[in-house]
């Protein structure tokens, strides 16, 4: 069974900073990686996903994750936060063999701090 | 163009009370899925379906019932609400279970089961 960890309930980070959220995943055979992210009072909205090809994908917003597959990470960074990020972050894992749907990590809670 | 559009935004029902929550999607996309989001939990699937007329259970579906009679509209069912059901519903579409074809989220439905 495919599943995914979000190790930290809530980062803090000043704006201007780098900002990394994590994400380890469990899959059998190669991931497809999903990052989502929901603002107050709203539903998810897609950032970014690795399906194949280059281990850094770019997505909205200035967000990049790099796919790992020794560490079995999918780690959300960007260079420079700023407080309109602060927001829920989800990782997300689904695995191409099977026919379910994507399942998702429990959230973390990212806050940036002018 | 709406994408999905979930009703109501918020509900109070008392325990034992039935009621649907509607959610409708424009996008002639086949997949629907509903899931339920419960604070420090994340998402988790209640049912989905590929199709009109075929539905299939998630993670967690005692308590729920769906139809799909149309495309556009994916109704979730709550027979005899309990306070266990409080959570935050939220309803997604995609064109697939291909996840690289990306989910649409609606705004969800706050319930409270008192």
């Known amino acids: 069974a495919q599943s995914v960890a979000q190790p930290e309930d809530q980062v803090n980070v000043a704006e201007g900073n780098p900002l990394t959220v994590k994400c380890t995943y469990s899959?059998?055979?190669?991931?497809?990686l999903f990052w989502y992210v929901q603002y107050p009072n709203r539903g998810l909205q897609f950032l970014l996903k690795y399906i194949t090809g280059d281990n850094l994908v770019k997505g909205s917003y200035g967000f990049e994750a790099e796919f790992n597959k020794s560490q079995t990470s999918f780690h959300l960074k960007k260079p420079s936060a700023l407080v309109s990020d602060s927001a829920l972050y989800f990782c997300a894992v689904r695995d191409p063999l099977g026919n379910t749907p994507l399942v998702f990590g429990k959230g973390t809670r990212l806050s940036v701090i002018a | 163009n709406a994408g999905v559009t979930q009703t109501p935004k918020f509900r109070i029902l008392k325990i034992g009370q039935s009621m649907t929550l509607q959610c409708t999607q424009d996008?002639?996309?086949?997949?629907m899925y509903w899931y339920r989001q419960d604070p420090g939990m994340g998402l988790k699937l209640i049912y989905y379906s590929v199709g009109a007329g075929i539905t299939d259970k998630g993670e967690v579906p005692n308590g729920y019932n769906v139809s799909r009679s149309t495309t556009e509209d994916f109704p979730l069912r709550l027979e005899l609400a309990a306070p266990s059901q409080t959570s935050v519903y939220f309803c997604?579409?995609?064109?697939?279970?291909?996840?690289?074809?990306?989910?649409?989220f609606g705004s969800g439905t706050r319930l409270t089961v008192v």
């Open positions: 899959v059998s055979g190669n991931p497809y």
């Open positions: 997604a579409s995609s064109y697939g279970l291909r996840s690289d074809y990306g989910y649409t």
């Open positions: 996008m002639n996309h086949n997949y």
